[in-house]
């Protein structure tokens, strides 16, 4: 599963729109539910400050 690295996201909201199962949230750092979250990886590619593993 993914994890976001709390202390480099910068809660641009980037990886939300790109996540095709709506498993990301975004307030102040972005939340991954893992029970809707599919591993496709969308979201690594697509976030600018490289936050999510």
Do not use: L, R, W, Y
């Amino acid at each position: 599963m993914v994890s976001v690295k709390e202390s480099e996201c910068v809660a641009c909201g980037a990886c939300v729109d790109v996540c095709p199962e709506g498993a990301i949230t975004c307030d102040d750092i972005a939340v991954i539910d893992a029970g809707k979250c599919i591993d496709c990886g969308a979201c690594i590619d697509e976030c600018p400050s490289a936050a999510i593993e």
